[in-house]
């Protein structure tokens, strides 16, 4: 039996909508309710700043809320005299050896982690992500006992390792969550062309990480260069000291050199206000590839 199906009725062409104005809880509140808590709270994160670089730049007993006359001397006292630049360079090395090193072990766990299943991989998440509950002090002992055994206690290598090995377990959660939105079938489309897991993860999936990799590597690089603990135990000789132990040196059970102080701190600042400066783009571009599922 074959039923006839009746025609659809008629539509009436419906009237274009008017476009109206949706008013939003933002139009809503007066502008200065949103700018004066914001003024407030620069004002307050910019007055301890305006501090250091006050006893940095005026000379040494003045009293004056401008620093003027102007003076570099205490910067010049701490870069000759008590050895920041070689502090500097000290840290520079451990930031960027630790930024690389972590960069690349998190990588290939990440993709292990995102890519393949095996037995236990739930539980080795779940202990990742309670190791970020231990604190650094806690591996000072055994990290000490394994350097010692190694020989490399007072070496820049111990710290570097240790530092890496305490910035692995998130680096290694959060490459996994950028590796997860990058779809699997290109990389599925590469193997049919031709390339092989290891070609097609550099051609394909690593240019699409670039955001993640300098979220991942700058995190771990600014918590290398301020990092005291890990220095402070495993380097003894002076010379192989970062820039957070000088500081420490600056300050004694009898005085402070304030200006020496807080010339020295500016120091330690700069190189990651400036770091930040460039890669804030590329910061929050790749905690937002986090954060949406691709």
């Known amino acids: 039996m074959i039923t006839e199906i009746a025609p659809a009725p008629e539509r009436v062409a419906a009237e274009p909508a008017r476009p109206h ?7 809503e509140v007066p502008r200065w309710q949103i700018y004066l808590p914001l003024s407030v709270y620069l004002l307050f994160t910019l007055i301890p700043f305006y501090w250091i670089l006050l006893f940095a730049l005026r000379p ?10 102007m003076t570099f001397d205490h910067f010049q006292k701490v870069w000759t005299e008590r050895s920041f630049g070689t502090y500097f360079a000290n840290s520079v090395y451990v930031g960027i050896a630790t930024l690389l090193l972590t960069t690349v072990v998190a990588l290939a766990g990440g993709y292990a982690l995102a890519r393949f299943d095996f037995r236990l991989k739930r539980g080795f998440m779940l202990a990742l992500l309670c190791s970020q509950f231990v604190p650094g002090a806690l591996l000072l002992v055994p990290l000490f006992q394994i350097f010692a055994e190694l020989k490399m206690i007072n070496s820049l ?18 490459i996994s969550g950028f590796i997860r939105n990058v ?27 670039r955001p993640g990799l300098i979220a991942v590597g700058s995190f771990a690089f600014v918590h290398a260069w301020n990092h005291f603990l890990f ?22 059970a009898d005085s402070v ?3 020496a102080l807080a010339a020295g701190g500016i120091v330690a600042a700069v190189p990651v206000v400036v770091v930040f400066a460039f890669i804030q783009k590329w910061l929050i571009t790749g905690f937002s590839a986090g954060a949406v599922k691709g």
């Open 157 to 174: 290598g111990s710290v570097i390792i240790a530092e890496t090995v305490f910035q692995l377990p998130l680096s290694m959660i959060l």
């Open 21 to 27: 104005h949706r008013r939003r809880a933002w139009d």
């Open 183 to 209: 779809p699997y079938s290109l990389e599925e489309a590469a193997w049919v062309d031709g390339c092989g897991r290891l070609t097609a993860f550099r051609i394909v999936v690593l240019p699409l990480l």
């Open 257 to 259: 050199d304030l200006g």
């Open 60 to 69: 040494a007993g003045s009293t004056s809320l401008v620093p003027w006359p």
């Open 231 to 252: 220095a402070l135990m495993f380097l003894s000789d002076q010379g192989k000291q970062t820039i957070p132990v000088g500081l420490n040196t600056l300050m004694s």
